[in-house]
């Protein structure tokens, strides 16, 4: 990290459902990307710059950001001594629990402001960060789910019902399930776009649109979802970066920290896995084997 930097991005063993992340961040900027899940962020320091398919936020201290599943975005520093915030990342199903017990929102709950002024939001945020920090799951647990349901009533409504799609939306679709079936040995814009029919300039607009990027940068922010996934059931990082398509563990390590904001073994370390050194020339580099604590 740049110096300065710093960042702690982990998971309460008690709380599944949720990933936390304090951080401070200079030269740090994050490409796009998305979530499966919800982003509730609050600046302590400097200022933000989000970058949203409808142009960019800038939130300072006191704005609570909100980022609905799946919507493409990315971050950087808006001052030069950048930011420090807290997040959360709960799950959807964990909102949809929330949305379902504590308010009237039918179907999938969402939010059409991305940053808001809610200061007693943002001191909530931080009041979860310092609860699981303190190991008390209990009151990290009850204050989340106060503050999602403060959020969800103020500022929540239902996400659109997805329109009809029309033929390039529905080869953006064909291409994703491509891509995510052939990973680690993806084809070329070329070869895709013949395998379904269409160019390649139609098939980077429909994809761009449906997705909010173009296919290269959702391959390289989905690899890292699926390392993510394999990282948390075990698999060591050299194994995880094969297994996605990266040609290694270092380009693996690059894409990880620019899109988590935190390095595979930080990340590891954040769910309470510690590595055993490898007992034989067999296992490669990156080898070992997962630990968990308790």
């Not at 106060?146 to 500022?155: D, F, G, K, N, P």
């Amino acid at each position: 990290m740049a110096e300065g930097e710093w960042a702690r991005y982990w998971q309460h063993e008690r709380l599944p459902g949720i990933d936390l992340l304090r951080a401070r961040y200079v030269r740090h900027a994050f490409p796009r990307h998305s979530h499966e899940g919800y982003v509730f962020g609050t600046i302590t320091h400097g200022l933000e710059e989000v970058g949203l398919p409808g142009g960019t936020v800038h939130a300072g201290p006191g704005t609570v950001v909100m980022i609905n599943p799946e919507v493409p975005h990315t971050a950087r520093a808006g001052v030069a001594e950048g930011w420090v915030y807290s997040t959360l990342y709960p799950s959807s199903r964990v909102v949809a629990e929330i949305a379902a017990e504590t308010t009237t929102i039918r179907g999938t709950a969402g939010f059409a402001e991305t940053a808001v002024d809610d200061p007693r939001a943002a001191l909530l945020i931080r009041e979860v960060h310092r609860a699981a920090e303190e190991g008390d799951a209990l009151a990290a647990d009850s204050v989340l789910r106060i503050m999602v349901a403060r959020l969800l009533r103020r500022h929540g409504s239902s996400l659109p019902a997805r329109v009809p799609l029309t033929a390039g939306a529905r080869d953006a679709e064909r291409a994703r399930a491509v891509l995510e079936e052939r990973m680690a040995d993806p084809p070329t814009l070329h070869g895709l776009a013949a395998e379904l029919g269409t160019g390649p300039f139609a098939l980077l607009r429909a994809f761009r649109d449906r997705y909010g990027m173009p296919p290269h940068t959702w391959l390289t922010d989905a690899r890292v979802r699926r390392a993510r996934g394999l990282l948390d059931v075990g698999v060591v990082p050299a194994q995880a970066a094969a297994a996605v398509g990266f040609t290694d563990q270092p380009h693996l390590n690059r894409h990880f920290r620019r899109i988590v904001g935190v390095p595979p073994g930080a990340y590891l370390r954040g769910r309470g896995v510690r590595w055993a050194p490898a007992v034989s020339s067999s296992v490669g580099a990156g080898g070992g084997r997962p630990l968990r604590r308790g």
